[in-house]
């Protein structure tokens, strides 16, 4: 049998270089370039840290989402409600393509919610 071309951690086939994919069977691991066996015992020692990040809610974060704060850029358009000239927009599109944006407003004083197909 031929010595190894290549010297690499086990993550690595030691025959062709190539990325080992993940154990298949109970007790082997089969390179998938040149069909090398591997004994899973070999990577008992390999441990993985994954590390998950979350947004994080404060009171402050908080005070803004339900406060007085405006839900996204203003523009003086006249609420049907309470009659503010002040609202708030988002643009989605929701339709095809050819069509236009529907756009989401919101009321900076009532919250009053409308939409317009543009």
Excluded: W
């Amino acid at each position: 049998m031929s010595e190894s071309l290549f010297k690499a951690a086990t993550a690595f086939c030691t025959k062709c270089g190539s990325i080992l994919p993940l154990l298949q069977e109970f007790g082997s691991v089969k390179c998938y370039s040149c069909s090398a066996d591997y004994n899973a015992d070999n990577f008992n020692n390999i441990k993985f840290n994954y590390t998950v990040h979350f947004n994080t809610v404060t009171s402050a974060t908080l005070e803004n989402i339900v406060g007085n704060e405006p839900d996204g850029p203003v523009v003086e358009r006249k609420c049907p409600k309470c009659g503010n000239d002040r609202m708030s927009y988002a643009t989605l599109q929701l339709r095809s393509a050819d069509e236009g944006q529907t756009v989401f407003y919101t009321c900076t004083k009532c919250k009053y919610k409308e939409t317009e197909n543009s």
